[in-house]
Nanobody, 128 residues
Framework: QVQLVESGGGLVQPGGSLRLSCAAS????????IGWFRQAPGKEREGVSC????????YYADSVKGRLTIFRDNAKNTVYLQMNSLKPEDTAVYYC?????????????????????WGQGTQVTVSS
């Protein structure tokens, strides 16, 4: 079955780095966009970044531009989110999602409701 599994979260000090992974199985993930979202306690879910199947389109929320980089390794069916210069306000549960089974050429215009499958999330805590 279609499955997305996030990993790489943890506790990090402000200014530190983490690399989140989103491992896909049960479908050919190369053909689909992958998005990263986050939700902090008491706040709405926020779209953080996405990458299209062809990697020609990527998106970053203004709050993370210049600090986060999304990339994919199709040989490993995995999408990564490299997070640098982390801030306490980055603390949240991070989720990855795919637009399978309805692929879009561009991912930057996709809303959360256009992603068909979601992972279970990984906690990122930025604190000294």
């Amino acid at each position: 079955q279609v499955q997305l599994v996030e990993s790489g979260g943890g506790l990090v000090q402000p200014g530190g780095s983490l690399r989140l992974s989103c491992a896909a199985s049960g479908f050919t993930s190369d053909y689909y966009s992958i998005g990263w979202f986050r939700q902090a306690p008491g706040k709405e879910r926020e779209g953080v970044s996405c990458i299209s199947a062809s990697e020609s389109d990527t998106y970053y929320a203004d709050s993370v531009k210049g600090r986060l980089t999304i990339f994919r390794d199709n040989a490993k069916n995995t999408v990564y989110l490299q997070m640098n210069s982390l801030k306490p306000e980055d603390t949240a549960v991070y989720y990855c999602a795919t637009d399978f089974p309805r692929p879009s050429y561009y991912c930057s215009g996709l809303g959360a409701n256009e992603y068909g499958y979601w992972g279970q999330g990984t906690q990122v805590t930025v604190s000294s």
